[in-house]
């Protein structure tokens, strides 16, 4: 089966990767030259472990190319994924932009091509928009019918930045909600090498388990945040409190961590996106709105707790650790460190900042921070330091390592430091 892929960011990518190492022939299809220019190297334009060893593989070895040619792509395939970004506009709702224009666009490449085409949607769409919008795109530019002369599916993905490649590979769930059988059919043989239930359902079903997976995901994250920030006040340890409530199996361990909040492309815009999704139909997502409210006021806590032990932040030196969302990326779309690195700025001090990974990206929005190649050039005197991403590097962090500094104030946002090699540093929630 040959695929095409329309959109070659995080997701599109690791998507056209991982299937052309399952042996599938993948074309990806971007409005950006040059990340394009660089797939067909072999690079990979985003961080993300084992991703450049796949690409340079299957590029290699022929099975995928990249191109900024739609219609090409689209005409030498029998499936054309959309994997373009949704974006939060300002109400909270997703920018359909580039999901409408890739689907007018694939519509009229359909318009020529031979034989039967299955469409499936894979960005994070709110529900209703495969069949209300996707769909009648799709027919109005080709002119033909969807579900009779080309198929459509949606087949939400849940791969997480960090570990996309792995995830993708290793799915916990498939699930696909196509408006036809022949689209339904494609989908399941393009996963069959994965051992894991398949759940077919509808479009808009499929759209809406992609919500409420994430909305769950960021609803515990906030939740074990302010359970974190009471266990502080009381002098609990929050983390225990997270160990002993993770061994309730309905509960679960995973995601109960208290610090800085989340971040990233997802959470935060699915989030939005469903609470105006609801709006819209008059109801009142009561939970998801404390979920955001939480989220928005976490990471400022980094910066009262600073203020405590450092009132005036004019000309004093803040080292940051840690500018990703998350470790294992390099993505720093609503990173909590925007905000925190914002606020250090607005109040005067000099921010000298590192991130394994993240600065480049970092650097397109602040350019008046000190980006530093090492976290010792980082701490050199510094008047404080914030630990705000949990890479594993920051984890082998002692006192010695903290000498250079100028002060002794150090807060981490991430439970990383360890006791006994830090002797005195301040947590977020501990
Ligand atoms: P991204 O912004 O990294 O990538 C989108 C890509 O689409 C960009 O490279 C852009 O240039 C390209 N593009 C836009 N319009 C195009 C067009 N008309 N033709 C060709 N290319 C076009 O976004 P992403 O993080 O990969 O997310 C994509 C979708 O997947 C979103 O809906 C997101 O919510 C969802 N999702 C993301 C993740 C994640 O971890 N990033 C996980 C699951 C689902």
Redesign the pocket.
């Known amino acids: 089966m040959k695929i095409s892929i329309?959109?070659?960011?995080?997701?599109?990518?690791?998507t056209g990767a991982c299937l052309a190492e399952l042996g599938f022939r993948v074309i990806l299809?971007?409005?950006?030259l040059d990340?394009v220019e660089k797939i067909n190297k072999g690079i990979s334009?985003?961080y993300e472990e084992g991703l450049d060893r796949m690409l340079r593989k299957n590029v290699g070895n022929g099975r995928l190319h990249a191109t900024?040619h739609?219609e090409k792509a689209v005409n030498g395939t029998v499936v054309t994924f959309i994997?373009?970004?949704?974006?939060s506009r300002k109400s909270g709702e997703?920018d359909l932009?580039?999901?409408t224009?890739?689907a007018s666009?694939i519509g009229k490449s359909l318009k020529n091509k031979k034989g039967f085409h299955t469409v499936v949607v894979?960005?994070?769409?709110v529900p209703g928009t495969t069949e209300n919008v996707v769909a009648p795109l799709l027919e109005k530019n080709s002119g033909m019918k969807a579900g009779k002369d080309f198929g459509v599916a949606m087949n939400?993905?849940?791969?997480?930045?960090g570990r996309?490649v792995e995830d993708f590979m290793n799915p916990d769930r498939i699930v696909i909600g196509a408006m036809d059988q022949v689209s339904s059919e494609a989908l399941e043989r393009l996963y069959s090498k994965f051992r894991c239930p398949v759940l077919k359902t509808t479009p808009g079903t499929a759209e809406m388990i992609?919500y409420a997976s994430?909305a769950m995901l960021a609803t515990k994250i906030s939740f074990v945040n302010e359970i974190g920030n009471l266990c502080k006040k009381l002098g609990i340890d929050t983390y225990e409190v997270a160990e002993g409530m993770g061994r309730d199996s309905r509960i679960g361990r995973q995601f109960l961590d208290s610090g800085i909040g989340y971040g990233?492309?997802?959470f935060p815009?699915?989030v939005r996106a469903i609470s105006a999704v609801s709006r819209r139909k008059g109801i009142s997502l009561h939970v998801l709105e404390s979920v955001e409210d939480v989220n928005n006021e976490q990471p400022m806590k980094m910066i009262e707790l600073l203020r405590k032990r450092m009132p005036v932040l004019r000309n004093k030196t803040v080292a940051v650790l840690g500018l990703s969302f998350k470790p294992g990326?390099d993505?720093i779309?609503e990173a909590p460190s925007l905000r925190i690195v914002k606020a250090l700025v607005a109040g005067g001090a000099k921010v000298k900042a590192h991130d394994p990974q993240a600065m480049e990206n970092f650097k397109k929005v602040f350019r008046k921070v000190e980006y530093c190649g090492s976290t010792e050039d980082a701490l050199e005197s510094a008047d404080a330091c914030l630990l705000l991403t949990e890479w594993p590097e920051y984890k082998e962090l002692e006192d010695s390592d903290f000498k250079q500094m100028r002060g002794k104030i150090i807060i981490e946002g991430r439970r990383i430091l360890d006791s006994k090699k830090v002797k005195k540093f301040e947590g977020i929630c501990w």
């Open positions: 329309v959109g070659s960011g995080y997701v599109g990518l690791v299809v971007d409005v950006v990340k334009p985003v900024t739609l994997c373009v970004g949704t974006p997703i932009s580039q999901v224009g890739a666009a894979k960005s994070s769409v939400p993905e849940f791969l997480r930045e996309a992609k994430n990233g492309s997802c815009k699915d990326t993505d779309r």
